[in-house]
Nanobody
Framework: QVQLVESGGGLVLAGGSLRLSCVASGRTFSASAMGWFRQAPGKEREFVAA????????YYGDSVKGRFTVSRDNAKNTVYLEMNSLKTEDTAVYYC??????????????????WGQGTQVTVSS
């Protein structure tokens, strides 16, 4: 079973940038599509971005399109979320998640069976 650890969160001014990383343990990382989700206080968890096993396909939530970029380095067992032009409404706990091996990438959080502990991103005005 893969385990996921996120890092890179923090406090940033609106308009700034952050890069989140998610490192996976285990030997099956390259066989798993990966997703990023976020949850703000009092709100439901929201899809942010997802990437296919080899990185050839990426998907984004409407609220982050054009500002966020998801990528992965299978040699390093790591998936990244580059966040630019951050807004106060991007403030949330960000989670990375893995699909079961060989399943295709989706936007549905219910399709992901392994989750990291989350990293806090706070954007101030």
């Amino acid at each position: 079973q893969v385990q996921l650890v996120e890092s890179g969160g923090g406090l940033v001014l609106a308009g700034g940038s952050l890069r989140l990383s998610c490192v996976a343990s285990g030997r099956t990382f390259s066989a798993s599509a990966m997703g990023w989700f976020r949850q703000a206080p009092g709100k439901e968890r929201e899809f942010v971005a997802a990437i296919s096993r080899l990185g050839s396909s990426t998907y984004y939530g409407d609220s982050v399109k054009g500002r966020f970029t998801v990528s992965r380095d299978n040699a390093k067992n790591t998936v990244y979320l580059e966040m630019n032009s951050l807004k106060t409404e991007d403030t949330a706990v960000y989670y990375c998640a893995a699909r079961p091996v060989y399943f295709s990438v989706t936007k549905n959080e219910d399709d992901y069976n392994v989750w990291g502990q989350g990293t806090q991103v706070t954007v101030s005005s």
